[in-house]
């Protein structure tokens, strides 16, 4: 079983709409979570973290961590055309590594 | 800054080949990474530095070896070139580490074909 698993989609919404991206993950000594967001051709960037359970917001953007779930989401209210990009979950395990998620591909049709 | 700068942005390669994929970061970071990254698998840890002198494993290292002279530079060696290397390569780094709230810098990436 993969550590951090997320649904690749591609997933396609139209402008305005709200977007949820999810991810679940097995490790339960992991303490906080990232989303990363990468555009095509380019490098993944940091978007958001969170720690434990619970919400947190940051504009449109809000990240969720159900620990007893093992389920982290990632919402955007009132999806942009320049949303579209692949979202990847993230979470720090032993060693200075980091694991990510597949990632999953986001199109925002006008 | 400049942030993390990668070199050369494309490159194809023949089966046995070898080359270096350039890595440099402006920011004083300690730590520096090597991923790959294949279709619909994600990002996946080849090496990393925690410092000058000092590497390490990650996930996929078989086929790569990575040195880290100075602060600023990590590059990334191919011995003998594969097709099954044919992947973007992401260079990043971070101040602390993931362990804290530190951030990772990802370079823009190196597209290598292997053929």
């Known amino acids: 079983q993969k550590e951090v698993e997320q649904d690749p989609g591609p997933l396609s919404v139209p402008e305005g709409a709200i977007v949820s991206l999810n991810c679940t993950y097995s490790?339960?000594?992991?303490?906080?979570f990232m989303w990363y967001r990468q555009y095509s051709r380019k490098g993944p960037e940091l978007l958001m973290y969170?720690?434990?359970?619970g919400n947190k917001e940051d504009g449109r953007f809000t990240a969720q961590v159900d620990k007893s779930s093992k389920y982290i989401s990632l919402f955007i209210r009132d999806s942009q055309p320049s949303d579209s990009a692949t979202y990847l979950c993230?979470?720090?395990?032993?060693?200075?590594?980091?694991?990510f998620g597949t990632g999953t591909q986001l199109k925002v049709e006008l | 800054n400049a942030g993390v700068t990668q070199t050369p942005k494309f490159r194809i390669l023949k089966i046995g080949q070898s080359m270096t994929l350039q890595c440099t970061q402006d920011?004083?970071?300690?730590?520096m990474y090597w991923y790959r990254q294949d279709p619909g698998m994600g990002l996946k840890l080849i090496y990393y530095?925690?410092?000058?002198?000092?590497?390490d494993k990650g996930e996929v290292p078989n086929g790569y070896n990575v040195s880290r002279s100075t602060t600023e530079d990590f590059p990334l060696r191919l011995e003998l070139a594969a097709p099954s290397q044919t992947s973007v390569y992401f260079c990043?780094?971070?101040?602390?580490?993931?362990?804290?709230?530190?951030?990772?810098?990802f370079g823009p990436g190196t597209r290598l074909t292997v053929l």
């Open positions: 990043a780094s971070s101040y602390q580490g993931p362990l804290g709230t530190d951030t990772q810098y």
């Open positions: 490790n339960s000594a992991f303490q906080y």
């Open positions: 969170t720690y434990s359970s």
């Open positions: 993230a979470a720090p395990g032993g060693g200075n590594k980091l694991t």
């Open positions: 920011m004083n970071h300690n730590y």
């Open positions: 530095s925690v410092g000058a002198g000092i590497t």
